[in-house]
């Protein structure tokens, strides 16, 4: 396939365009230059000639071509040049007539904003859209607290099975990772603690560190970020898949409530697992601390229980644990609200599912400080 | 209906391919020639590998052996460039249209032309908007995103995506599948133009007896490992219980009625 080209050679009254080669969509560039280059040089002073296009020697054109020279011929009609046409095969003529029927004289640009216009726009889009999107979760609130009254007042209607499913992965495939990240920040903060603690020679008091820290603060807030992503995302995923496979609306059609059925589990399996896992990760936390101020302190474990009790009292714990049930619920509320969110395409279930993750730990964290505030204020 | 066309003029070879897949062997000793200009429908009862056999002349899937030439060169002893090449002369509707979901339709199109050459902008645009026309669309259904199509649409959209580029053959996987009698038709017809006006070499795998009646020069039957290949009148006379089924059954005889 030779490249395509355009030869002009003019007389006193024509100027006749030989064209050549294969006008493909792939060899058209070339062409292009050569036109535009051209205009300045070749057409001078032929302005009012007639132009007369020889297509002989055009191995192939295809749509792109015909749509190519259909456009520069009528560029050159426009500034009122004549032209015609001369010589044309078969299957060039073909496509040129399909291309002429077919082809949309004023391309509609693509409708993009730019600058500032385009800010506000989207300032302005995603500010209702937050608005909507909070009416919604809190919609959704209300008709989980519903149906959570109607399985209380009968209790025959809790679905036992995949509530205890749903303990089991959330619970007990989390104990892993949940025990590792809490040891491991048990040993970083008494680390940390213990050298900027030395300035003071009050080593001793990493201890009280690690536990006050540990038992308020990082146990909790830990195991909910981890939760939030495993499982909130788990929760989005699975309800999302669900929605895209019409599986949600044969539930409805059957006379099943989803929200009875796959959301009031989760929640309520939720709620009953992280108050057990933050326990869970505040003794890896304790025992992370234990580690590291054994081995700076040069302390036995026995000591370090022994100061345990002293630095952490029982509220310092109960402060911890008590958020443990008010995180699980958020989560698990926006992770099976964004669950049930997911339009009809698979590209939407990622999108909620990263929603989720976002939302449910930004508010766990926003809870966290309005409940640390709260504590305080109340002297506990 | 349309006849066969005598040419000896074959845009795709296959010789002696075999598909398998473990020790199912899908196609054994398969040979297929298929015609400059024709559209072949391609059938056969399900997990006869109609689909493998299409992707396989595609290069999605990696046959086992056997040689595939494509407009006369041979798949396995081209350089990697070349191939490229082969492969940009090969359009493809993949059932559901597999439009890139977080694109515009228009965009869709652009991504593929851009990618292989280096024209203008608005250019590439505007052939963009003639692909949309030509697969049927109206215009302003370029600027719309997949998931705002109704499923006859999509077709159309995936028709135009694939027509990008200008291919000289196109494969169609159950193009007419999931679309109501009337949609079905259309695309018949839209397949029957482009394949008229763009000079197109067409293989479709499709269970649309009308489809084979109204738009199909020959019809490939996958049966035992192999294809069987014929106009309809051809396989109609074929002795095998499938393809008597399949013909002369009730939905076989309605179709050749309804197109005698």
Same mark, same amino acid.
């Given at each position: ?188 903060? =008494? ?89 869970? =990760? ?40 008590? $958020? ?57 | ?116 050459? $280096? ?42 995506? =694939? ?98």
């Amino acid at each position: 396939m030779t490249s395509p080209e355009i030869k002009f050679s003019s007389d006193k009254t024509t100027l006749t365009c030989f064209l050549s080669g294969s006008w493909t969509t792939q060899k058209l560039a070339s062409v292009i230059t050569q036109i535009s280059s051209s205009k300045n040089s070749n057409e001078a002073g032929v302005d009012n000639a007639v132009r007369v296009f020889d297509l002989k020697a055009v191995e192939i054109m295809d749509t792109a071509g015909a749509l190519y020279f259909l456009q520069y011929k009528e560029g050159i009609e426009g500034t009122g040049g004549k032209t015609s046409l001369k010589s044309v095969p078969k299957h060039v003529r073909q496509i040129l007539d399909t291309v002429q029927k077919h082809r949309i004289k004023e391309c509609p640009p693509e409708n993009s904003l730019v600058g500032l216009k385009k800010l506000l726009t989207d300032t302005g889009e995603s500010f209702f859209k937050t608005i909507t999107q909070v009416q919604e979760l809190v919609a959704f609130l209300g008709l989980v607290l519903v149906a959570f009254a109607r399985q209380m007042t009968n209790p025959k209607r809790i679905r036992w099975t995949p509530l205890v499913a749903q303990m089991e992965q959330i619970g007990i495939h989390a104990l892993p990772i949940v025990g590792l990240i809490s040891f491991l920040i048990g040993v970083v903060l =008494a680390f940390q603690g213990a050298g900027q603690l030395e300035r003071f020679g009050a080593q001793i008091f990493t201890i009280n560190l690690v536990a006050v820290g540990v038992l308020r603060e990082m146990g909790i807030l830990l195991t909910a970020i981890i939760v939030a992503g495993r499982s909130g995302s788990a929760f989005t995923a699975q309800l999302g898949t669900m929605k895209v496979n019409e599986e949600i609306d044969a539930m409805r059609t059957i006379g099943l409530d989803p929200i009875d059925v796959l959301v009031l589990p989760r929640i309520l399996g939720l709620m009953l697992v992280l108050p057990l896992l933050t326990f869970y =990760a505040d003794i890896m936390g304790i025992l992370g601390g234990a580690a590291m101020t054994m081995l700076t302190l040069d302390l036995s474990f026995y000591q370090y229980i022994r100061y345990l009790q002293d630095a952490a009292s029982l509220g310092d714990f109960w402060v911890g644990i008590i $958020k443990a049930p008010i995180f699980a619920f958020i989560i698990a509320l926006i992770g099976c609200h964004e669950g049930l969110q997911v339009s009809r395409s698979a590209e939407s279930v990622g999108r909620q599912t990263t929603r989720s993750v976002v939302e449910a730990i930004f508010f766990v964290i926003v809870l966290d400080a309005l409940l640390s505030i709260l504590f305080s204020v109340m002297g506990i | 209906m349309p006849t066969a066309i005598k040419s000896k003029d074959f845009v795709i070879s296959l010789k002696g391919i075999r598909n398998q897949f473990g020790d199912h062997i899908l196609h054994d000793h398969l040979d297929l020639d298929i015609r400059k200009g024709e559209v072949l429908g391609v059938v056969g009862g399900s997990g006869t590998g109609k689909s493998v056999l299409m992707r396989t002349i595609i290069g999605l899937n990696q046959k086992a052996a056997g040689s595939i030439k494509i407009l006369k060169q041979d798949v396995d002893q081209v350089s990697q460039a070349e191939l490229r090449a082969l492969r940009q002369r090969m359009g493809v509707l993949f059932q559901d249209g597999a439009l890139f979901s977080s694109l515009t339709v228009s965009q869709n199109i652009e991504a593929v032309i851009n990618e292989h050459t $280096k024209l203008p902008k608005q250019f590439v645009r505007e052939i963009a908007a003639l692909k949309i026309v030509l697969a049927g669309l109206p215009i302003e259904a370029g600027d719309k995103y997949p998931s705002e199509l109704s499923g006859g649409m999509r077709k159309r959209a995936g028709i135009a995506r =694939a027509l990008a580029l200008d291919p000289d053959i196109l494969f169609l996987d159950e193009p007419t599948a999931g679309l109501d009698p009337i949609g079905a038709a259309q695309f018949d017809a839209l397949i029957a133009k482009l394949q008229d006006t763009l000079g197109l070499t067409v293989v479709m795998i499709t269970h649309d007896l009308d489809s084979l009646h109204a738009i199909c020069n020959r019809i490939g039957v996958l049966l035992d490992k192999k294809i069987k290949v014929g106009t309809i009148s051809e396989l109609s006379k074929e002795p095998d219980p499938w393809i008597k089924e399949y013909f002369g059954g009730p939905r076989g005889r309605a179709a050749t009625r309804s197109h005698a």
